[in-house]
T-cell receptor, first 116, second 113 residues
């Protein structure tokens, strides 16, 4: 079974802090994703990465950056946390094989981040 | 163009009933339509998926109906059970361009015993 592990289930930070959310997958997947989940808005794509050191902006990249130095690890960075970034953050990975779009995305259980 | 619209936002069904969730899309480049199921405290997990060359796909009690001309697809849960209570997300993705899922807004399903 694919395992996607997010380092924290709950995190509380203060406005203006630099926040790091970590995600590790154990299946050697090339593709990794960061989403945020808000009630009534579903899952919105922040950033994704097709491979190591590659990154692409999703639909809501403002205020975020990412780092992918190793294949198994994809980090989301909030450069200067603001209260409107309080949310559930979900990481996912996907195998880059065959018809990539048909491959399932495997999600972690999320980090609930509160910015005070 | 990237939007996937999902309804209803919440749904209450009696045990044994049929649950129906609807989605619509605009981007004709989408060619794969999965549904994800999310239980409280867990990440979403793939439930069932369909490509637009078929109009229906069934896996156990779960069926996707697809209407390509109307750009709509729906999830039907037959004989709904309390264990089906979860949030359901439709999604769409294409083989070209940005190969990342675009999700609907989610439907919270509650099946009452």
């Amino acid at each position: 079974d694919v395992k996607v592990t997010q380092s924290s289930r709950y995190l509380v930070k203060r406005t203006g802090e630099k926040v790091f959310l970590e995600c590790v997958q154990d299946m050697d997947h090339e593709n990794m994703f960061w989403y945020r989940q808000d009630p009534g808005l579903g899952l919105r794509l922040i950033y994704f990465s097709y491979d190591v050191k590659m990154k692409e902006k999703g639909d809501i990249p403002e205020g975020y950056s990412v780092s992918r130095e190793k294949k198994e690890r994809f980090s989301l960075i909030l450069e200067s946390a603001s209260t409107n970034q309080t949310s559930m953050y979900l990481c996912a990975s996907r195998e880059n094989r065959g018809r990539v779009s048909n491959q399932p995305q495997h999600f972690g259980d999320g980090t609930r981040l509160s910015i005070l | 163009q990237q939007q996937v619209k999902q309804s209803p936002q919440s749904l209450i069904v009696q045990k044994g009933g049929i649950s129906i969730i609807n989605c619509a899309y605009e981007n004709t480049a989408f060619d794969y339509f999965p549904w994800y199921q999310q239980f409280p405290g867990k990440g979403p997990a793939l439930l069932i998926a369909i490509r637009p060359d078929v109009s229906e796909k069934k896996e156990g009690r779960f069926t996707i109906s697809f209407n390509k001309s109307a750009k709509q697809f729906s999830l039907h849960i037959m004989d709904s059970q309390p264990g089906d209570s979860a949030t359901y997300f439709c999604a769409a993705i294409g083989d070209t361009g940005r190969r990342a899922l675009t999700f609907g807004s989610g439907t919270r399903l509650q099946v009452q015993p």
